[in-house]
């Protein structure tokens, strides 16, 4: 990687104070007091009026002795308090870690990664004496989901003047449209048996890998670049455990598998988003305790996936195979959650007041995806 030139990383420190302060103090002139910082808005005038009209539609206008930024406004009775997803309505704080990414965004290169411009809003916050702690303490402060990256991503749509993405898709297209390049290659989903349609490279390579009864990780950039098209009507089983695809490719199981991982990452949902619209169906087991069943509404829900030995019977069944075999029971604690696809499962749980993990099941769910 190239590193900046010395005269870079001044002309974007200069641009970056100049852009800062016309959003602090959208008047500025040649004797008041900021006058020692109007110099860097005129000699940056071309480039701060083209940034700040592209990115927050605002329009800069400067003279020999002043510069004026004209805030575009909302109209009368048309503005509204920001609120997070939760409905809590935000505070100063909230809105001043708003502006300070905003700020970043206006004086960011037309590409970054999310790592540095984590890195920057830091910095930015240091400048501006503003508590950022609570808010990121790593690199991993933008990640898709994180406090952070929705108080961005409001604020880009507003500067743009769309709506707020319901995906994972669509946030990253978001993210684009300021120049900021999502990371596709950390985060991975747990699969086996996959047999997509089509003659790429990477569809080869799943099919070969199914047929040798090997899992496979696939990441945000491999399900970019290969469109997953199973046989219409294929039948995708899905697990909660990674315990499950080991023993299933230890069995050699014939069936597709995909492992949520625990509370299925953004990754995952892009995998069966993409299934989904090629007109695979679903069939869903995972733990019996209550973020398991929470999980499993969420995945049924969204994808009409049908119960796979989730039910009260299988739950009972479970149970009493465990303390014949002489198991330790796990307690099951935390707040009880209806099951949508079985009224009898929250209720049989608590009177049990046991908690089963998907290795209590392994040999039936191997069963299920067929041994050769």
Known sequence: MTLPSAHDVALATERRTAARLLLAHPLVTSDGPHADL??????HADWLGGRLQQVLGYRLLVDSSYARLFKAGLGARSGHRLVRSTGTP???????????????????????????????????????????????????????????????????????????????????????????????????????????????WRARSLRERADHRAETDLTSRDLRD???????????????????????????????????????????????????????????HGDFDWPGIALANRIMRRYGARPWRMGADDYEHLATRSQAEGIPPLPLIGKPVSAVWDAGLAPAMAALGVALHEEATLDLLVDDLGIP
Do not use: K
């Open 226 to 284: 290969v469109p997953l098209h199973l046989p219409a009507g294929s039948v995708v089983h899905i697990c909660e455990n990674p315990r499950v695809v080991e023993a299933a490719a230890d069995a050699g199981c014939s069936q597709a598998l995909v492992c949520t991982s625990g509370s299925a990452a953004t990754v995952v949902l892009t995998l069966l988003d993409a299934l989904a619209s090629g007109d695979c169906r679903f069939a869903y």
């Open 90 to 200: 935000f505070t100063p704080h909230t809105y001043a870690c708003l502006a300070l990414a905003l700020s970043v965004l206006v004086t960011a290169p037309e590409q970054v990664l999310l790592s540095q411009l984590v890195a920057d809003i830091r910095a930015a916050a240091a400048d501006a004496d503003i508590e950022l702690a609570s808010v990121t303490g790593s690199a991993h402060g933008l990640d898709d989901g994180t406090w952070l990256a929705r108080l961005v991503q409001r604020g880009i749509t507003l500067a743009h003047d769309t709506d707020l993405p319901g995906d994972a898709v669509g946030r990253r297209a978001l993210w684009r449209l300021v120049a900021v390049t999502p990371d596709e290659v950390s985060s991975t989903v747990l699969t086996y048996g996959l047999r997509p349609l089509g003659e790429n």
């Open 38 to 43: 109007f110099p860097l808005v005129r000699r």
